[in-house]
């Protein structure tokens, strides 16, 4: 059973900074492509960054670029997520997701991509 535990969540002013952390368990991750994704009440799941499994391709929903940026440690297991510039209507539940039938180039902004996923964190920049 794969295990993801997501960290670093938490309220901030607009402006400020966060970084969400996700440690996966298991040798699944270094051949997973990872994303980010976050949901508010009543909205579906979106997509939000992701990640290929050799970390050389990455990819943004627009309202994010140039402000978050996705990275990944595989000798930690761990997906990263640097939100800069935070803003009120990034407040949401994030989750971080693995797709481990991926190819190691390519990354997945879809949610029907990713076969595993996280609880949860919750990020609330406030105005």
């Known amino acids: 059973q794969v295990q993801l535990v997501e960290s670093g969540g938490g309220l901030v002013q607009t402006g400020g900074s966060l970084r969400l952390s996700c440690v996966v368990s298991?040798?699944?991750?270094?051949?997973?492509?990872m994303g980010w994704f976050r949901q508010t009440p009543g909205k579906e799941r979106e997509f939000v960054a992701a990640?290929?499994?050799?970390?050389?391709?990455?990819g943004y929903r627009g309202s994010v670029k140039g402000r978050f940026a996705i990275s990944r440690d595989n000798a930690k297991n761990t997906v990263f997520l640097q939100m800069n510039g935070l803003k009120p209507e990034d407040t949401a539940l994030y989750f971080c997701?693995?797709?481990?039938?991926?190819?190691?180039?390519?990354?997945?902004?879809?949610?029907?991509?990713?076969?595993?996923w996280g609880q949860g964190i919750q990020v609330t920049v406030s105005s």
């Open positions: 997701a693995g797709n481990s039938a991926a190819t190691r180039h390519n990354w997945y902004e879809r949610v029907i991509s990713y076969g595993y």
């Open positions: 298991g040798p699944i991750f270094s051949r997973s492509a």
């Open positions: 990640i290929a499994a050799d970390g050389g391709a990455t």
